[in-house]
């Protein structure tokens, strides 16, 4: 799976649990992804 598809489906599951959900944690999630992209891109 690749890093805009994990994006997306974390978007899709935002919007489907109502956009207020946890925009904290999805912020979290956001770091952790970007941090494991770079990490597997370098």
């Excluded at 899709?12 to 597997?40: C, P, R, W």
């Amino acid at each position: 799976m690749t890093i805009p598809q994990l994006l997306t489906e974390l978007l899709t599951e935002m919007v489907g649990k109502g956009f207020s959900a946890d925009l904290y944690t999805s912020n979290l999630f956001l770091d952790h992804i970007l941090q494991s992209g770079e990490s597997i891109l370098t």
